[in-house]
């Protein structure tokens, strides 16, 4: 059954369009892997579903609703969470008071304790500032805070970009854990590796719409279409 | 000096109260309120129509403070529409509010200077290591102090303060959490209001009422705010003290140019630190 269901998605910022005409669907539980070249629209993609950039024209239903042009706590309430470009968390602020301001806002399996079980290096850090944390915490840090708002689908925007391979088997493995959970995901990836461990489908993307979509396997095996739409081998 | 010193305390924790509001609401939403002076005069005004009495005192703290919560919320709906505008389309709306503000001030109470009492038993001096100093503003300097500890415990160790700083950092990550940053921005603006009217109630002895009383207590915050970096409590409280310690002293040793000693302080910072003492918003991405 479909759970996401995205038709006709435009969206951009003041100086122009990015997105021009997305159609996407996503099982309930579901994980897609996004991947396409810089600058076709990737990212603005995933901050639209989030509602952080406005929508033109199209819908965004999950689950039957139809979310386009909400604004993003209404979003976030109806169960997306968001592991942004960048992580963003909040720099002064402690890992405890990160893991404190997003947990408690939706029912569901994610504590405290579970997530810093999940996540031992968080507990060590728990009385740090967010802004004195290696990259690789602060990844898993805007990881455990988009779980604790206790989501149905979780969107992730490269949460490999610039960490270790190590750091990048954790991500890939938290990632899975929380599909285990039943959270759909999207991951927008340029890291085909952590792609293929945790996507059962691999998506494209150029020039603002989605150009080829197959079963992960199917996509590992074909060389020749991975060379053409990403000039990667 | 001691008596310089003294002062200085006075007005910078009165400055801190008037500042700290300024300061959240600038660094959480952009929003640049010129009309918090006119705020503080409100207070101040209010001061002085009660003036005379214990009960006089303690009713304008709770005029004031119902005011100001009620005005802030007010002028956070009213800068709502505006959100995705430039500051200076922000500034322009508040400012006009503040001249809309004074003129009505200036209608109800007059344009004549009003001198506000200290309340009964406040109003007089006490010796403090020799210099002959007023009552009302050492109780002042304690009630300020009290009153910096109350916001600097509420904005650091509990949970509503927490969620004011992650809105300072990146309040677009706040709503993704499912939390409507409109509602946090009204609360914070009617607080901040709350406390520049309440610092023109307590002002009110030291500063009387008078029109453009206004422009004087918003530029000195602005100052304030500048200096201690926009957003940050600890640098509001910082900025507000150096300030205060500032203006006294300026006052004193070179009465002229005291307002340039003001504004030379604000440059050397802008030059030495564009980010204010303890600013963080400045590294913000986009």
Avoid: C
């Avoid at chain 1, 602020?93 to 031992?120: C, I, K, Q």
């Avoid at chain 1, 691999?202 to 989605?210: E, H, N, Q, S, T």
């Avoid at chain 2, 205060?244 to 030379?264: C, I, K, M, W, Y």
């Amino acid at each position: 059954m479909t759970f996401l269901e995205v038709r006709g998605l435009v969206s951009g910022y003041d100086r122009g369009r990015v997105l021009h005409g997305i159609d996407l669907d996503l099982a309930a539980g579901g994980a897609l892997g996004l991947l396409g070249r810089n600058g076709v629209g990737k990212s603005t993609l995933v901050m639209t579903l989030a509602g952080l950039v406005p929508v033109s024209e199209g819908t965004v239903r999950l689950d039957g609703e139809d979310l386009a042009g909400r604004r993003p706590d209404r979003i976030a309430r109806a169960g997306v969470a968001l592991v942004p470009q960048g992580r963003r968390v909040w720099a002064p602020l402690t890992v405890a008071e990160h893991l404190a301001l997003a947990s408690g806002r939706r029912r569901g399996t994610w504590t405290v304790d579970g997530v810093l079980d999940l996540l031992p290096r968080l507990a060590e850090r728990r009385r740090h500032p967010a802004g004195r944390l290696s990259g690789g915490e602060q990844q898993m840090l805007a990881i455990a805070r988009a779980l604790l708002t206790n989501p149905r689908l979780v969107l992730l925007d490269e949460p490999s970009d610039g960490l270790a391979p190590a750091v990048v088997d954790q991500v890939a493995e938290v990632i899975t854990t929380m599909r285990a959970e039943g959270v759909a995901v999207l991951l927008v990836e340029q890291d085909l590796h952590l792609a293929f461990a945790v996507a059962d489908e691999i998506a494209v993307m150029d020039k603002g719409v989605l150009v080829h979509r197959v079963p992960t396997d199917d996509f590992r095996r074909d060389r020749a279409t991975a060379q053409r739409l990403l000039g990667v081998a | 000096m001691l008596v310089s010193v003294l002062n200085g305390f006075a007005i910078g924790f009165l400055l801190f109260i008037l500042a700290v509001g300024l300061s959240l609401v600038f660094g959480m939403m952009d929003v640049l309120n010129l009309a918090h002076g006119a705020l503080f005069l409100g207070g101040a005004y209010l001061g002085a129509a009660f003036a005379g009495s214990w009960g006089g005192f303690l009713a304008a703290l709770a005029v004031a403070a119902v005011a100001g919560l009620a005005l802030g919320g007010l002028l956070s709906l009213m800068t709502e529409p505006l959100r995705n505008r430039s500051h200076l389309d922000q500034a322009l709306l508040t400012l006009g509010v503040a001249f809309v503000a004074a003129e009505g001030l200036i209608i109800v109470f007059g344009d004549d200077p009003l001198s506000v009492p200290a309340p009964p038993g406040l109003d007089g001096s006490v010796t403090v290591l020799g210099a002959t100093y007023p009552t009302y503003r050492l109780v002042l300097i304690g009630v300020g102090a009290v009153l910096a500890l109350v916001v600097h415990v509420v904005v650091e160790r509990t949970r509503i303060g927490a969620l004011v700083r992650a809105t300072v950092a990146d309040r677009e990550m706040v709503a993704a959490l499912g939390v409507d940053n409109r509602l946090v921005k009204v609360v914070v603006f009617g607080v901040g209001s709350l406390l520049a009217t309440t610092a023109g109630v307590l002002g009110g002895p030291i500063y009387g009422a008078r029109p453009g009383l206004d422009a004087t207590v918003l530029i000195l915050a602005l100052v304030v705010v500048v200096i201690g970096g926009l957003g940050s409590v600890r640098g509001a409280l910082l900025g507000a003290l150096i300030i205060g310690q500032v203006d006294t002293l300026g006052r004193l040793l070179l009465p002229e140019l005291a307002s340039f000693v003001l504004f030379a302080a604000l440059a050397l910072v802008l030059v030495l630190r564009p980010q204010g003492i303890l600013g963080g918003v400045g590294a913000r991405a986009r």
